[in-house]
């Protein structure tokens, strides 16, 4: 954890306290401070974030300290809790500290001071926190290294194993079950090789184990087999009654050679001749008199070569061998473990006594350990590495050059190498850009002016790795090779050299090289600088990624100042991260006073408190908020509203909201844009626009009474003159005045519908009991297909299904059915009306949306149109003359939606 990063939350009921604790605690530096004021709320904010510190008063509404510490403490949370509180009860204290508080401190006193102590009591809580976590990892780790190591560990208490790992189950041929709160007398035969009983000679070693020491011991096996095994028995606490630490290792083969010696020189020969370890006599002298052993072929050698050869020549090269050997044939038997010819043995050297107890002959036993000492340096070069990587990711704040630098000095010393480069690629893999020397190449190289760029296409023999594409090694330097184009005057010398390309998505990015190792590079050199340079790479990137993203953001924030209207953006946990000048001008508020801040600060300007808006809609669809707006429209991710009345600069206004969500790349909502527009004089202009329609529908409505009354009238004129006369010819006179009244009472009962367009607001409609409302005539079937879906229309939507009906009845002529149904795409929704009628010819598919066409009044299509064009909807005839008329209404995204979906 870093230290100068620590988040706390500070929870107390005085508010005032609270913003106090906060200014203190943050100007003392490295704090990061989050406010609650109450127990509840802080386990709320527990819940959706991390913090290091908790620090909280004790006496508070609803929720005390110690009831807030007990419930932190059963959701399992270690994080420390300091509790801050005016009560000086020791007993308040006391329990807080039983209850798992890290620290208590007393309200009271200089401000500065206390704050002080409380900033002290924080850091201390986080860094025994992080020392705590760091114990943990140590234990599991020691704890893995004890498991998994080759070597038999097990672990006394008193005189009873009580753990122990895989390679000691193994040796001793059992169970856990089979050894746990077993004595080592119980996993023994019941007598040692010197006649005394296991149980006795095990209470006598056990009393003296105040030390480490080391002795040999007779064990069994599950099955009864007996081995002999070297024990290292090390007191964990040798001052008390702690633990033992046992190491054993099996010695079976060493004691059968040992015995077979002292039993006949000639069955040892035919133990040693079968054995993997090498068996070798070595008299006073310093010759070779045997030499056994399956291993000697590892050698180059076969058994018995070796004899009659001086160990002094054979070890010319090898002096500290040679004095083990004299050593061992004065008396000394040792142990040592030594390399030759590129092998590794683990050997004893044992004296052998004459008759009168003078040293004669030394006898060597050397098993062929080169393989397992592989294995540990794997293992120690991976700890390596892994070190060097974490070393690395912690870097992740340093500069670019400072982590290449790591990196490389990193590579050079897991390789075991002297010098080191890394180059990078550039996109098209056509020029290698030099970036970074180790120091030590560095201080060899005499080149004063260093070229920095290269073409793959002219580069010798380290670029091969991006020819190639694969690692290339080279032991052997001065060796002629057709790719070598020669080094400059002061270059540094090259014994050896290995380069390795490093692949990002397919595309070489970087190559690192190293040189100069002593010994040759192999396969094992080439993963340690891959892995170590994949690492470093990955860490670029991602550098370089949070770097174009912070570029993004500023970008993004420059453009948002500069739009017309009041714009805000909140990241997804809700804190502000751009607030435009137009915003700054509606609500007085500076951008550098709320950009940071979350916990719905951007609603203080506009509401006096903290609340959620309609760009909370847009991030967590969160329903409460919508009751604080009108005219609410969805489409797709993006919601439009007004809000109620609000107080801004001392004016009650009304604002136009429009909110949305934002992605990254893989979808992810990462935030959200909300911009608004005063809307308070439009607003007012529909009011008066609204008071004006409303007087010239009344003043309509009585001109169309009295004119209506007028008809009636004139009506009844016509059809008395139809009764005082036989004319013919005036006949056809009345009945063209009769045809004409018609149409003036129709074109007057027109207006009356034609006034209440758009009067009243858009509602959401069921479209299937619209459909069903249609008052179907007898012999015509009606096909509903449109459950589950509502429209976002104006209230005279069921005038359009009607009006549709009568155009398909009066002038289908011969219609059985009526269909509806909805169709989605990717423009709308498309509701289908079609019938099984004559039709409507080509030629008049748009004519009939015409006002005055038809055969009636002309009026019912013009009107279905004008109704569906309040809110953006289109209607078009699509069928086939002959099959059926087929209107197809087009509903736009947003204005309609699935039944009880908001």
């Not at 909280?56 to 399992?76: A, F, H, N, T, V």
């Not at 050997?325 to 142990?335: F, I, P, Y």
């Not at 006096?608 to 797709?636: C, E, F, M």
């Amino acid at each position: 954890m870093n230290l100068k990063s620590i988040r706390v939350l500070i929870v107390d009921d005085e508010v005032l306290l609270l913003e106090l604790s906060k200014i203190f605690l943050e100007k003392t530096g490295g704090i990061i401070a989050d406010t609650a004021p109450s127990g509840n709320e802080a386990l709320s904010m527990l819940a959706t974030k991390q913090y290091d510190v908790i620090v909280s008063d004790y006496q508070m509404p609803g929720k005390d300290g110690l009831q807030l510490l007990r419930e932190i403490k059963e959701r399992g949370s270690d994080v420390p809790f300091i509790l801050f509180t005016g009560k000086s009860r020791e007993d308040i204290a006391v329990a807080a500290l039983n209850m798992g508080a890290a620290f208590y401190l007393q309200k009271g006193g200089d401000p500065k001071a206390q704050f002080a102590e409380l900033s002290n009591m924080i850091f201390r809580a986080a860094a025994n926190q992080e020392a705590e976590r760091r114990l943990i990892t140590s234990e599991e780790k020691f704890r893995t290294m004890f498991m998994d190591s080759a070597e038999a560990y097990l672990l006394l208490s008193g005189k009873e194993f009580i753990d122990c790992n895989k390679a000691a189950l193994k040796m001793y041929r059992t169970t856990l079950e089979g050894i746990l709160g077993r004595s080592p007398a119980d996993l023994s035969p019941p007598f040692q090789p010197d006649g005394r009983s296991s149980e006795e000679k095990m209470l006598e070693v056990l009393q003296n184990a105040n030390a480490p020491m080391k002795f040999e011991w007779l064990h069994q096996t599950a099955d009864g087999t007996e081995f002999y095994a070297l024990i290292a028995l090390t007191p964990l606490n040798p001052a008390g009654d702690g633990y033992i630490f046992c190491a054993v290792t099996d010695i079976t083969d060493r004691k059968k050679a040992e015995q077979a010696l002292k039993a006949s020189e000639g069955r040892f020969r035919s133990v040693v001749a079968n054995a993997e370890a090498l068996s070798f006599v070595i008299d006073r002298n310093g010759i070779i008199t045997l030499s056994e052993g399956k291993g000697l072929a590892n050698l180059g050698r076969r058994p018995g070569e070796l004899v009659g050869k001086s160990i002094n020549e054979l070890l010319s090269n090898d002096p500290h061998l040679i004095r083990s050997v004299e050593r061992a044939s004065k008396g000394e038997s040792l142990h040592d473990i030594f390399n030759y010819r590129g092998r590794k043995y683990d050997t004893v050297f044992t004296p052998v006594k004459g008759e009168e107890g003078q040293s004669s002959d030394v006898i060597a036993i050397a098993n062929d350990i080169t393989e397992k000492a592989l294995i540990d340096q794997e293992r120690q070069q991976n700890a390596m590495r892994m070190q060097a990587l974490l070393e690395l990711n912690q870097m992740s704040d340093r500069p670019l050059s400072e982590l290449t630098a790591f990196a490389m000095e990193e590579g050079v010393r897991l390789t075991n190498s002297s010098i080191g480069y890394l180059a990078f690629m550039n996109e098209d893999e056509t020029v290698l850009t030099m970036h970074a020397w180790s120091r030590e190449a560095m201080k060899q190289c005499a080149i004063t002016e260093k070229p920095f760029e290269y073409k793959v296409s002219e580069t010798g023999l380290w670029g091969e790795a991006v020819r190639l594409r694969k690692a290339v090694i080279t032991n052997d330097y001065s060796a002629p090779s057709v790719m070598k184009r020669g080094t400059p005057t002061g270059h540094v010398r090259l014994t050896k050299h290995m380069n390795v390309p490093v692949f990002d998505s397919g595309r070489i990015v970087l190559v690192a090289g190293v040189g100069n190792k002593k010994e040759d590079y192999d396969l094992g050199d080439v993963r340690e600088l891959t892995l170590l340079m994949e690492g470093m790479w990955r860490l670029i990137r991602k550098k370089r990624m949070e770097e174009a993203l912070r570029e993004s953001e500023k970008r993004m924030a420059d453009i948002i100042d500069l739009l017309p209207d009041p714009t805000m953006v909140i990241s997804v946990d809700g804190i502000v991260v751009a607030w435009n000048k137009a915003m700054e001008s509606l609500t007085n508020t500076k951008a550098l006073d709320i950009v940071g801040k979350g916990e719905h600060e951007y609603a203080m300007p506009f509401y006096g408190q903290r609340r959620p808006l309609l760009i909370d809609y847009a991030l967590n669809k969160n329903h409460d908020v919508l009751s604080k707006y009108n005219s609410i429209r969805l489409d797709g991710n993006v919601i439009t509203a007004e809000t109620i009345p609000l107080r801004l600069k001392g004016k009650d206004v009304i604002l136009w909201a429009r909110a949305s969500p934002f992605y990254d790349d893989n979808g992810e909502i990462i935030g959200g844009i909300e911009t608004v527009r005063d809307v308070t004089e439009w607003k007012r202009s529909e009011s008066t626009l609204m008071q004006m329609n409303k007087q010239l529908n009344t003043l309509s409505d009585i001109t169309r009474h009295d004119l209506l009354n007028t008809l009636t009238v004139l009506r009844g004129h016509v059809a008395l003159a139809r009764t005082r006369t036989q004319d013919e010819q005036f006949l056809k006179h009345l009945k063209v005045e009769d045809r004409l009244l018609q149409k003036v009472e129709d074109q007057i009962m027109f207006t009356k519908e034609y006034q209440n367009l758009g009067l009243a607001a858009p509602i959401w409609q069921n479209l299937a009991e619209l459909v069903k409302k249609m008052d179907m005539p007898p012999g015509v079937a009606l096909m509903n297909e449109c459950d589950g879906i509502e429209i976002y229309a104006d209230p005279m939507l069921p005038r359009v299904f009607d009006n549709l009906l009568d155009n398909s009845i009066r002038h289908g002529e011969k219609v059985t059915a009526i269909r509806v149904k909805p169709k989605r795409g990717t423009d709308g929704l498309r509701i289908i009306f079609e019938d099984n009628g004559n039709g409507i010819p080509r030629g008049n598919k748009e004519i009939i949306f015409q006002r005055g066409y038809g055969k009636n009044t002309g009026l019912g299509l013009f009107l279905v149109r004008e109704i569906l064009e309040i809110t953006g909807m289109k209607i078009e005839e699509t069928g086939v003359e002959g099959q059926g008329a087929r209107f197809e209404v087009l509903v736009p995204r947003g204005f309609y939606r699935r039944q009880n979906e908001q």
